[in-house]
């Protein structure tokens, strides 16, 4: 339950910015204070609904892929992730107090725009969620520290004992997980 409130609310205040950042740059959308609700739409969308359409579309189109060469295959991934993005994009619309003027500014650009801080996003994920995280447990009154029934580090004699400590998984567990993947 934690790990998805940490996820959600990182990616709230992420597309808070971004939502503002495209009303700011773009003149024909407006979002203003709009942006709070449009937020927990495109959070929502972006944690639920994206995987879905993603998976669908791209499930049809592999069914054709032997037919394209590697060039046409990858403009086909583009494509759907932009129709994905344009999906969820037009649910924001819809349902926030967003207000978008024409077309190709209004329903082709911020897809795009928003298709490159999900990029940036992606690549700072893990950090952001970690802060939330802690922020989170902070918020709880959970310590993150050791506990006095965790045993000290240096009471930890074999490495794999340690690497058992470090990821929880026993060495034969962790080279069943290498022969997977």
């Not at 204070?33 to 972006?46: F, G, I, K, R």
């Not at 995280?133 to 050791?146: E, F, M, P, Q």
């Given at each position: 339950m934690k790990a998805w409130i940490v996820r959600f609310a990182s990616l709230y205040v992420f597309n808070v910015v971004v939502l503002?950042?495209?009303?700011?740059?773009?003149?024909?959308v407006s979002v203003?204070?709009?942006?709070?609700?449009?937020?927990?739409?495109?959070?929502?969308?972006?944690?639920?609904?994206?995987?879905?359409?993603?998976?669908?579309l791209s499930g049809r189109a592999a069914k054709s892929a032997h037919q394209r060469t590697k060039a046409g295959e990858k403009l086909v991934q583009f494509g759907l992730v932009f129709v994905v993005e344009l999906i969820v994009w037009?649910?924001?619309?819809l349902l926030s107090a967003v207000d978008v003027r024409g077309f190709f500014w209004g329903y082709v650009l911020p897809p795009l725009l928003l298709l490159l801080?999900?990029?940036?996003?992606?690549?700072?994920?893990d950090t952001l969620e970690a802060r939330a995280?802690?922020?989170?447990?902070?918020?709880?009154?959970?310590?993150?520290?050791?506990s006095s029934a965790d045993p000290a580090p240096s009471s930890v004699e074999s490495p794999a004992a340690r690497d058992e400590l470090r990821d929880g998984l026993t060495a034969e567990q962790r080279r069943m997980l290498d022969e997977l993947g």
């Open positions: 503002w950042l495209i009303g700011a740059l773009l003149p024909s203003g204070w709009a942006a709070l609700w449009a937020a927990v739409v495109l959070t929502a969308a972006t944690l639920w609904l994206k995987p879905l359409v993603a998976r669908l037009v649910l924001v619309v801080v999900w990029i940036v996003y992606d690549a700072i994920d995280g802690s922020l989170y447990d902070r918020a709880r009154g959970i310590s993150r520290g050791r």
